[in-house]
C-alpha cells in the first residue's frame, strides 16, 4: 500500500474536497478507510459517495452498513436509489447513472477528485474481455490511473496493486465489508474472467498485473500520439459533424480506422462498451459502398446516413414499417439492436436463443409481426398470441411495430428476441447447434 500512500499525498492538494465512491465491498471500504487515514495529514474534507443499485434485497442493508461507517468516522455520506431501469444492457444503465450521479455530488461540494476502488485485477480483466469482444485503441486499454474530467479528476489510487493486497489491507486493519453473492455467478462475463481466466494467467507470473498496467499505458501513449494526429487530419475530413467521403478514402487505411473510433468515441462517450471494433467495420463498408444512398443502424438509435460524398450520424425516432432480413451471421435491426450467431454463451436469458437445425427449417428470417402470429411458448401449453406477449411486457406501441421476431423458412416463429422463447429454446444439457444472440 506504500505506493498508493505516496500516490495520494503527491496528487491531492492540502485542503481539497475529495469523493471517494464506495459500494460497501471489500475494495471501496479498503480505500475509503485509506483516504480516512490521511484526513487530517492532508487536511482534506472527505465526501462517500454511495448507489443503492436497487436490484438486490441486500441493497438497502448494504447502505446502512456504510453510513453507519461515516457516522463512526465522521466522513459526510452521500447515497442514491435507482428507482427503476430502462435499458437492455443492465451494467450499462447502471455505470452510467452511477458517474453522473457521482458528478454531481463532485460539483456539489466543488471537489477536486473523485476516487474509485478499481484495482489491478479489475485492470487486467477489463482489457483481457475487450481483446476477446473487440474495441478501440483506446478501450483496448482498459481504464487510466488518472482521468481529467476539466473541472476534477477521476483516480484509481489502486490500480497498481492487487485485490490480495486489498484482502490483507483489510484484515490488517480489521474493516469490515460486505460480500455481492452474484460476483460468484458464472453468468456474468467478467466472472468468468475473474474467477477462471486471471488466476491461470498470474500462475505465468505473480506481479503479471504491473505488465497490464504497463501495457495499457502504452496503449494510451500510442493512441494519444494517434489521437493528434486525427485531431489534424479531422479539419478536413469531418467537418461540421458530417464525415467527408473523399477525402476519407485519401489517408491510410489505420487512419480510416482511427477517425471512425474518434466519432464512436465522441457520440457514445460513457456508453462506450456498446462500441465494439464490428461497428466501426460497418461504417466503413457503407463509405465504400457502391450505393448513392444508404444507411445503417447503430446501438442507441443511432444511424449512419451515406448521402453521395458524405456520412453523417444523428440520433432517428423508430420508424413504424415492416421488414424481413435473412438471418446469416450477423444483422443490424432497424430498432438500433443485433442479432448474432455466436459459437458459445453461459447466458440463459431471453437475449439468447438456442436452436437445433433438426427441428426447424433454415435459413432463419427475421421479421416485424404479422396480424394473428402466434407463438408456442417455452413451459407453457398451446400457443400465445404475440399482440398479448408485447401488451404483457409493457412494450409501447411504437415499439411493437419493428421488435423482431426470429421465425424459420416455414413461417414458424422461434424467438421473440429480449422477450419470449419458443418450445424449439435448447437447454445447455439438450442438443443444438445454433446458438444466437440479441444485444
Given at each position: 500500500?506504500?505506493?498508493?500512500?505516496k500516490?495520494?499525498?503527491e496528487?491531492?492538494?492540502?485542503?481539497?474536497a475529495?469523493?471517494?465512491?464506495?459500494?460497501?465491498g471489500?475494495d471501496?471500504?479498503?480505500?475509503?478507510?485509506l483516504v480516512?487515514?490521511?484526513?487530517?495529514?492532508?487536511?482534506i474534507?472527505?465526501?462517500?459517495?454511495?448507489v443503492?443499485?436497487?436490484?438486490?434485497?441486500?441493497?438497502?442493508?448494504?447502505k446502512?452498513?456504510v453510513e453507519?461507517f461515516?457516522?463512526?468516522?465522521?466522513i459526510c455520506f452521500?447515497?442514491m436509489?435507482?428507482e427503476e431501469?430502462g435499458?437492455?444492457?443492465?451494467?450499462n444503465?447502471a455505470?452510467t447513472k452511477?458517474y453522473?450521479?457521482?458528478?454531481?455530488?463532485v460539483?456539489k461540494?466543488?471537489a477536486?477528485?473523485?476516487?474509485?476502488a478499481?484495482?489491478?485485477d479489475d485492470l487486467m480483466?477489463?482489457?483481457l474481455?475487450?481483446?476477446v469482444?473487440?474495441?478501440?485503441?483506446?478501450?483496448?486499454?482498459?481504464?487510466?490511473k488518472?482521468?481529467?474530467?476539466?473541472?476534477?479528476?477521476?483516480?484509481?489510487?489502486?490500480?497498481e496493486?492487487?485485490?490480495?493486497?486489498?484482502?490483507?489491507?483489510?484484515?490488517?486493519?480489521?474493516?469490515?465489508?460486505v460480500?455481492?453473492?452474484?460476483?460468484?455467478?458464472?453468468?456474468y462475463t467478467?466472472?468468468?474472467f475473474?474467477?477462471y481466466?486471471?488466476?491461470e494467467?498470474?500462475?505465468?507470473?505473480?506481479?503479471?498485473?504491473q505488465k497490464f498496467?504497463?501495457?495499457?499505458?502504452?496503449?494510451?501513449?500510442?493512441?494519444?500520439?494517434?489521437?493528434?494526429?486525427v485531431e489534424?487530419?479531422l479539419?478536413?475530413?469531418?467537418i461540421?459533424?458530417?464525415l467527408q467521403?473523399?477525402?476519407?478514402l485519401?489517408q491510410?487505411?489505420?487512419?480510416q480506422?482511427?477517425?471512425?473510433?474518434?466519432?464512436?468515441e465522441?457520440i457514445?462517450?460513457?456508453?462506450?462498451?456498446l462500441i465494439?471494433d464490428?461497428?466501426?467495420?460497418?461504417i466503413?463498408e457503407?463509405?465504400?459502398?457502391?450505393k448513392?444512398?444508404?444507411?445503417?443502424?447503430?446501438?442507441?438509435?443511432?444511424?449512419?446516413i451515406?448521402s453521395?460524398?458524405?456520412v453523417s450520424?444523428?440520433?432517428?425516432?423508430?420508424p413504424?414499417?415492416?421488414?424481413?432480413?435473412?438471418?446469416?451471421?450477423?444483422?443490424n435491426l432497424?430498432n438500433?439492436k443485433?442479432i448474432?450467431f455466436?459459437?458459445?454463451?453461459?447466458?440463459?436469458?431471453n437475449f439468447?436463443c438456442?436452436l437445433?437445425?433438426k427441428e426447424i427449417a433454415?435459413?432463419l428470417?427475421?421479421?416485424?409481426k404479422?396480424?394473428?402470429?402466434?407463438m408456442?411458448v417455452?413451459?407453457?401449453?398451446?400457443?400465445?398470441?404475440?399482440?398479448?406477449?408485447?401488451?404483457?411486457e409493457?412494450?409501447?406501441l411504437?415499439?411493437?411495430e419493428?421488435?423482431?421476431?426470429?421465425?424459420?423458412s416455414n413461417d414458424?416463429?422461434?424467438?421473440?428476441?429480449?422477450?419470449?422463447?419458443?418450445k424449439f429454446?435448447?437447454?445447455?444439457t439438450e442438443?443444438?447447434?445454433?446458438?444466437l444472440?440479441?444485444?
Amino acid at each position: 500500500m506504500e505506493q498508493v500512500y505516496k500516490f495520494l499525498k503527491e496528487e491531492i492538494q492540502y485542503g481539497d474536497a475529495v469523493v471517494v465512491c464506495v459500494s460497501g465491498g471489500p475494495d471501496s471500504m479498503a480505500l475509503l478507510h485509506l483516504v480516512n487515514s490521511l484526513k487530517e495529514n492532508l487536511g482534506i474534507y472527505l465526501i462517500c459517495a454511495h448507489v443503492n443499485h436497487n436490484v438486490r434485497k441486500e441493497s438497502a442493508e448494504e447502505k446502512i452498513f456504510v453510513e453507519r461507517f461515516c457516522h463512526q468516522n465522521k466522513i459526510c455520506f452521500e447515497s442514491m436509489m435507482i428507482e427503476e431501469y430502462g435499458d437492455d444492457n443492465f451494467h450499462n444503465e447502471a455505470r452510467t447513472k452511477r458517474y453522473h450521479y457521482f458528478a454531481t455530488i463532485v460539483r456539489k461540494y466543488h471537489a477536486k477528485y473523485l476516487l474509485t476502488a478499481h484495482h489491478g485485477d479489475d485492470l487486467m480483466e477489463t482489457v483481457l474481455m475487450r481483446l476477446v469482444r473487440g474495441s478501440t485503441l483506446r478501450g483496448y486499454s482498459g481504464f487510466s490511473k488518472i482521468v481529467d474530467m476539466q473541472d476534477y479528476k477521476i483516480m484509481r489510487p489502486f490500480i497498481e496493486i492487487t485485490k490480495e493486497e486489498i484482502l490483507k489491507y483489510n484484515k490488517k486493519n480489521a474493516i469490515s465489508f460486505v460480500q455481492d453473492a452474484s460476483n460468484q455467478k458464472d453468468v456474468y462475463t467478467r466472472n468468468r474472467f475473474r474467477k477462471y481466466i486471471v488466476p491461470e494467467i498470474r500462475k505465468e507470473d505473480a506481479k503479471v498485473h504491473q505488465k497490464f498496467y504497463k501495457f495499457s499505458k502504452t496503449l494510451l501513449e500510442y493512441n494519444d500520439y494517434i489521437e493528434k494526429q486525427v485531431e489534424k487530419i479531422l479539419k478536413t475530413v469531418f467537418i461540421q459533424q458530417v464525415l467527408q467521403i473523399d477525402a476519407y478514402l485519401k489517408q491510410e487505411h489505420i487512419m480510416q480506422m482511427k477517425i471512425i473510433y474518434h466519432i464512436l468515441e465522441n457520440i457514445y462517450q460513457d456508453d462506450l462498451m456498446l462500441i465494439t471494433d464490428h461497428h466501426a467495420e460497418l461504417i466503413d463498408e457503407l463509405i465504400h459502398s457502391k450505393k448513392a444512398n444508404a444507411s445503417i443502424h447503430l446501438p442507441n438509435n443511432i444511424k449512419a446516413i451515406k448521402s453521395y460524398d458524405t456520412v453523417s450520424f444523428s440520433l432517428f425516432e423508430m420508424p413504424v414499417s415492416s421488414y424481413e432480413i435473412e438471418l446469416i451471421q450477423y444483422i443490424n435491426l432497424p430498432n438500433g439492436k443485433n442479432i448474432e450467431f455466436v459459437k458459445e454463451s453461459e447466458d440463459t436469458s431471453n437475449f439468447t436463443c438456442r436452436l437445433s437445425s433438426k427441428e426447424i427449417a433454415l435459413p432463419l428470417h427475421v421479421r416485424t409481426k404479422l396480424e394473428g402470429d402466434k407463438m408456442k411458448v417455452k413451459g407453457m401449453l398451446g400457443s400465445k398470441k404475440i399482440k398479448d406477449i408485447f401488451i404483457d411486457e409493457k412494450i409501447p406501441l411504437k415499439e411493437r411495430e419493428i421488435h423482431p421476431i426470429v421465425v424459420d423458412s416455414n413461417d414458424t416463429i422461434v424467438w421473440i428476441p429480449g422477450l419470449k422463447k419458443s418450445k424449439f429454446d435448447k437447454q445447455s444439457t439438450e442438443f443444438y447447434d445454433i446458438i444466437l444472440k440479441y444485444y
